[in-house]
């Protein structure tokens, strides 16, 4: 089965196993297949893989507070390994004081 996802309906992917979750805020959708392989085909403008096991639309993050972020209702990590790179794509964004 092959469901199409608008990219700004898109909140965040998670690495499960073998499996990649993608959440949304009406449903969630499981394939088969690695984050790595998402994570070179969206646009880096708008999604940062900010975890090994997740990658986030930086448009739809809430809140950043002691190394995670909020989206939606999910409160995501960030990699100790990325979290300055991370603050410094959100500041030069612009999207948060």
Known sequence: KLVKI???KL???ESFGEYVKFHTSEKMYMTLKTLTSFE???PTEQ???LH??????LN???VIEDGSVKVYKKW????RKLKEEFL???KRRGNFE
């Open 47 to 49: 999604f940062y893989r």
């Open 76 to 79: 995501i990590p960030i990699s």
């Open 11 to 13: 909140l965040y992917l």
């Open 60 to 62: 739809k993050i809430e």
């Open 40 to 42: 070179k085909s969206l």
């Open 6 to 8: 608008e990219l700004d």
């Open 88 to 90: 410094q794509l959100i």
């Open 52 to 57: 090994r096991s997740y990658i986030v639309n």
